[in-house]
């Protein structure tokens, strides 16, 4: 991947223009500056051979000189033309005009007299050696003007000259390439660091992944025959002086759009290397350190540094994944000491990574958007290759676990991802099957019960009013519901166990009614009529008599017809209705034994052991 980016990004612009419509409008790139005064020098070095030199400023901060614009197939005759004939360098190429920003040739007014065309070539149009700068790539952000460029802007052609006084047609010295035994030659007067600079561009573009030595030993040449290679160059192994310059400028140009450096956040006990192009320190919220998304970048970083065990490196996991910052689909990995999370969906991208050492929990999340991939992918390996936690400080030290107000003040300034909707279920055997309503269940693209166990729909039945789902890991509830199994006088006491408040509390909720009759309004059978004050997120929670027995299941409010009913009112599935649906699908519930009734503390705390909340994603 690293180096399919790289061949994208390479700024020499020696790749092959691909086809595109005869309309596009492109052009012969030359060179590029990376000043606008030195670019300005050159486009008036050039205007006296060519009348259609254009200037533009590119997003990467350089100025390139080029000719056109042209239809595709008239800028790929006129390019092999004028590198025939050497007038133009060798590794010209052609530019969509993706990477033009501001137009800054031909100046406005016109040209300047001192560039007007003479007679005889002038003397500064030798050819640089460090030349060009690679398209823009495909399908990555950045502002960008039309490729056409405004019709005032282009430049007049001369006069036409008299017959006494006819023009001369100007003639450009031959660019003189070296051969490998002058590559060589002009390469030992490198420095070391230059020699290093060259192992650092290679590495960058993913061409070289050893040791930043400046030795070039057998690796760094067939790096350099690599790059070569893929630049449609002759694979020598051996870079000549306007290679060398190629590369260097275009590494430094793409590391410049980044604005990389090194950043040390003491009282986190981490250095790392961020693009601070892209981002900028935002604020401090224990145990993260927040960078902003600037200028548009649309990418976020967040360090983290907190103490803690492999208990709190578990729960900060666990935790990380209920943010709205990290979609739910992803790979996840985690062990004792470290997790990494990846998270995708059409809106938004997210990886997290942190790892325990010593007491201490250090690490990051960058978030961005997927139409960025390509640039970010050069953020997360600069800042893999970069991390290092320093020293033994952490930031909140006080934090050693996830409490309940720990959790709280992870999640100040970060949006958590909140279900659709939450209902109640309750258990129904001891691998954690669990019975509730068709609603919590339905238009959901993933259902979760309590603390983000995931869970598959068995069936779902709207006319019985019931559905039953299948743990994806096994679990071992505390308690198990049991059918009672005679009837229920009515005006007897019974209670419901749910989530009234959905996931808004830690714990189901125990309310107290009565039953009014065990058949609905017209006498229907299989419903039991309650007095009850429910609200929504009670709704498939167990109905339970004076000992504990589930005596039904609290079906969802009725919305809607031309009816309103008394407040208080409310309906549930009957225990013989639930066990007449299970056995159809070939599940068995237990029936009840108990006598007596239960104190209030034990039917609370039996209840709160089979209940369940359940869930409901977008």
Known sequence: MRRIIGLLAIVTGLLVATAAPAQEQVWVQIEAQPTEAEGKERAAAYAAAFPDVQGWQLNSG?????????????????????????????????????????????????????????????????????????????????????????????????????????????????????????????????????????????????????????????????????????????????????????????????????????????????????????????HYEPPFVHYAALDGSETRIILISQPGDAAALRGLYDLLQTLAIIPMDGERSVSETGFTIMGRNARTAAFAKADLSKGLIKGYIVVWNPADEQRVSRVLTTMEASFRAVGDRALDPGMVALSDGARQGLLTGLEVRRPKLSRSGFYLDAAGTVLTTPEAVEGCSRVTLDAGVPATVRFSDKTAGLAVLTPGTALAPTEIAELRSSSLRPGAEIAVSGYPYEDRLPAPVLTFGTLEAETGLNGETGLSRLTLEMRPGDAGGPVLDATGAVVGLLLPQATGGTQVLPAGTAFAASGAAIAARLALDGLTIATSDRVGALPPDDLAKHASGMTVLVSCWE
């Open 62 to 282: 350089w100025y390139a000189v080029a000719l056109g614009p042209y239809d595709r197939a008239a800028a790929t005759e006129r390019l092999a033309s004028l590198k025939r004939e050497n007038l133009i360098p060798r590794d010209s190429y052609i530019s969509d005009g993706r990477s033009h920003l501001v137009q800054f040739w031909p100046p406005a007014g016109g040209l300047p007299e001192a560039t007007a065309p003479e007679p005889e070539a002038p003397e500064d149009l030798a050819m640089p050696e460090a030349t060009g700068e690679a398209p823009a790539e495909e399908g990555t952000d950045g502002a960008w003007t039309a490729a056409n460029p405004p019709a005032d802007s282009t430049p007049e052609a001369p006069a036409p000259e008299t017959a006494e006084a006819p023009a001369a047609t100007p003639e450009l010295p031959a660019i003189v390439e070296e051969t490998p035994e002058e590559a060589r030659e002009s390469e030992a007067a490198l420095s070391p660091e230059e020699r290093m600079d060259l192992q650092r561009g290679l590495e960058w573009f993913g061409f070289y992944e050893g040791a930043i030595d400046g030795a070039f030993g057998r690796g760094t040449r067939a790096s350099m025959a690599a790059w070569q290679e893929a630049s449609g160059l002759e694979p020598t192994g051996i870079l000549t002086s306007a290679q060398r310059a190629a590369l260097l400028n275009g590494w430094r140009a793409e590391e410049a759009a980044y604005g990389f450096r090194s950043v040390g956040e003491g009282d986190a006990g981490i250095e790392v290397t961020l693009p601070m192009a892209m981002v900028a320190f935002d």
